[in-house]
């Protein structure tokens, strides 16, 4: 079949063709013609890959819009669907990703064991029968995950017949129950995981794209300058699988949707996320480790691994109250060539998960544009590589993960369901520095919340939470939020308190509406942090507060003392 491009000012359209044939060749000769309207005729693609670990890369483009409306890729292999690398000014506008085969089965519960250590999943009609390991326990009557699942992490799967996969780990047997249903999900089999991911770009912009399955996350957007905008996207379930009777339980396999290490944060609006694996949505950072300092050249390591890390003209802090530092120069080296301390590297060799001296291997040479007194062991934070200034507005959320803020930025106008609700926490070991500023949480719909995993251990145990991980001392001497508005808000019924905050300065919280709190009996979520699980609001270490006009309505009786707020 001769196909045509045609090239008219930059307006470039790819001409109908056969649903099955690949298109990733045209826009290709598109982009070298000099195209910068690109448009894709709609159709189904099943693609396998051409070379690498992603199906589609997209690489130094620079100011090109790609239309794809009624565009459907199929993902034969279970690896990334889209990547863009180095790219500024793109507009990628109406795709949907799918893969075949899922990366999730689903079935329903038929047998525990006696002893708790098993259970036997009855996999679905049409979908995949594999030995996926990563679970979901969901309640049949509400499609939704089960009130009270604890943490099942550290489970294995095997095959015991055509169709039953058997999932262990101890105790798994004494929360799931015949009847229940269960969903198994996987990350990528080959190549690179996620569905679409935005490596090192600036003012990407994607209008209605649809995720309905990924082997990782939905979307996930790390590193670069960012000031990127995702309008009218969803991550959903989608349709049956052939052969299936029952509708799909998932959608990503991890995260929805995360945006991590960048400069500017996000416009997330008029979005939908519904049924995935883990997180809904979240902005995240990282703190770096300093590991030498001398002769004006220090050495640092992120926590991440999976990030550039800093960048020339990024600033460095302690704290808040702390110190600022601007990098003058960088580069990246391994630790074996970094010259590092003999009882540094030792410290590294033995750290233990959730440390301090848990860190990339790959270490970032730095010269600052002063003096620093940082020693080895101690902890920054860079306010450039935070994602700072997101907006994430007018959103519809519908998924068992939480929203996870560790940037300041403006987040109004949502609907949230899921039991995990809102959390704002750097999510760092004792010693990691970390200063959220500039937050507002304003005229939102929280419902349903505090049904997450109980967590005795850690400090995320309101519907609305602004918690750090730190002693009580550290947290007196350095806080790590400042300047917070929460104002207009309704939390809807749920488990545990409405809003716990701590380690803040300059907090405002007015015309909040809590609604039937306490009629559930709490769960545990931060025993270990003294919490008060029968408050309503509870704030600690905290000063510069104005707490007014809130309203409590339909009290419970789990309630205690409702409001408690001491400095």
Sequence with gaps: MIRQLLCLLFFTTLQPIEAAEDFRPLVSEAIQRGGKRIVIA???????????GELWKLTGLSNVEIIADGVSIIGTKLMRAVSLHGCSGVTLQGLTVDYDPLPFTQGEVIAGADDGSHIDVKIHAGYPRRPYARIDVIDASTRFRKKGMPFLWGTTAEMISDDVVRIHRDGIAKFARPGDLASLSTGQETGACHAMAIEQCERIAFRNITVHSAPGMGIVEVDGEGGSSFIGCKILPGPK???????????????AFQSKTIRKGPLVENCEITDAGDDSW????????????????????SRDESTHGVQDGDRLRTSLVGPEYRITSRKVVPRDEAALAADILDKLSKAETWSLWKVSPQCIVVTLDRASELKPGDSVYSPDRMGNGFIFRNNRIHSPGRVLLKAGGLMEDNVLDTPHALV??????????????????RNNTIRHGGWFCPAPWGSQAGIISLTATASSSELRAKPVFKNVRIEGNIVEGGSGPHLVVSSATGVIVHHNRFVSPQHDAPPATGESYRIAKSAVVWMRECDAISYEENTIEDIGTFASEPVQIQK
Excluded: H
């Design 241 to 255: 699988p052939v052969g299936a009777t029952e509708a799909r339980l998932l959608s990503s396999s991890w995260d």
């Design 42 to 52: 709609p159709g189904v693609y099943r693609l396998a890959p051409l070379s690498g």
């Design 424 to 441: 704002v926490c750097p999510e760092l070991p004792g010693g990691g520095a970390a200063g959220i500023e500039d937050l507002i949480i």
């Design 282 to 301: 979240s902005v995240q950072s990282s703190d770096f480790v300093v590991l030498k300092n001398e002769g004006g050249t220090m050495v640092l390591a």
